[in-house]
């Protein structure tokens, strides 16, 4: 069947300016559309399957390509570069930025599961350059004018799930199954391992690793590497540090820092006094120690077994 097209010039837009900063310069061409509402913008560089299904409204720069039987529902945005693999759906107002690979069958953007909500008018986002695998599951918000956010260069494996008014930030990675309760928040270059589940409410600091299956129930502070049901902390993640640039020197510090933390022979708040006497200009110190005073669900500690912690542990 010939696809009937219908000239309809579109504004430039711009929203370099997202409150979220997650979006660079994302901006959305003349072009036309489809007698179904399917956008085909600037050149035939656009390639959109005849068979998917595309809202008037939906926003989508000139070199996008969409796969066969995808949905794409009202006021969707997708940034240039980006590619939509077949059988997705994209709910309303969804926002990709630039450069985003999504798999087959991820479903991004709908409602909440929340039974709280009712139809609120809520937001989800995601940013430059994030790889979004197979049957991977992205609510909204829950509240009116939420937004469930993930950051750029984020790789979510296959089967993952964010939940509504989830952040996981730039550099974050969810291996496969690994799964957000609702208003998570996930750090900067944190790692959560397979089939792990993140009770809501938790927070993962930046540069955690969560090993596979666990169960987290309270956040877990930078840098830890936390594993079990519940999930607790066993020392630094040094694999995941050197990864990112941290060097000896570095890292060590972040070790005494972690078994300052941990110290039994103090209180949680004498050993948070002591790092910041310790380290008052430090910036892994200050990052640790805000963690823990923004805690609402209390820091993992680890097991009781460990009784006496060397440096060498944690």
């Given amino acids: 069947m010939g696809i009937m097209m219908q000239t309809r010039r579109l504004a430039l837009i711009n929203i370099a300016s997202s409150r979220s900063g997650l979006l660079t310069g994302l901006k959305f061409f003349s072009g036309t559309r489809t007698a179904f509402g399917c956008l085909i913008s600037g050149s035939d560089m656009s390639l959109i399957h005849p068979t998917s299904v595309v809202h008037p409204s ?20 997708i940034g240039a570069g980006s590619r939509i693999g077949g059988h997705v759906t994209l709910g309303e107002r969804l926002v ?9 069958y991820a479903c991004l953007g709908t409602a909440s599961q929340d039974l709280k909500h009712k139809g609120q008018r809520s937001h989800c986002e995601i940013g430059d350059g994030s790889i979004i695998r197979e049957f991977v599951t992205m609510n909204r918000a829950t509240r009116e004018g939420g937004v ?7 790789l979510l494996m296959a089967y993952t799930h964010v939940a509504h008014e989830c952040t996981v930030e730039d550099g974050a990675i969810l291996a496969n199954g690994a799964t957000l309760g609702g208003e998570v928040h996930v750090g900067k270059h944190a790692n959560i391992g397979g089939l792990s589940g993140i009770h809501q409410f938790c927070r993962i600091g930046a540069h955690a690793i969560i090993g596979a299956s666990s169960k987290v ?17 066993y020392g630094p993640n040094v694999i995941g540090l050197e990864r990112c640039g941290f060097d000896e020197q570095q890292i060590a510090l972040i070790r005494r820092i972690l078994h300052k933390l941990y110290d039994r022979n103090g209180s949680l708040e004498e050993n948070c006094e002591a790092i910041r006497e310790m380290w008052p200009a430090e910036p892994a110190a ?6 823990v005073e923004l805690s609402q669900r209390g820091i993992a500690h680890p097991r009781p077994r460990h009784e006496e912690f060397s440096e060498a542990e944690i």
Avoid: K
């Fill in 58 to 77: 939906a926003q989508i720069a000139e070199d996008v390509e969409i796969g066969p039987y995808s949905i794409v529902e009202a006021d969707v945005r």
């Fill in 96 to 104: 990709i930025g630039r450069n985003v690979r999504v798999f087959n």
């Fill in 286 to 291: 200050a990052m640790v120690l805000e963690f």
């Fill in 148 to 154: 469930t956010r993930v950051g750029r260069r984020v």
């Fill in 217 to 233: 129930t309270q956040d877990i502070p930078p840098f830890v590497m936390a594993d079990g049901h519940p999930a607790r902390p």
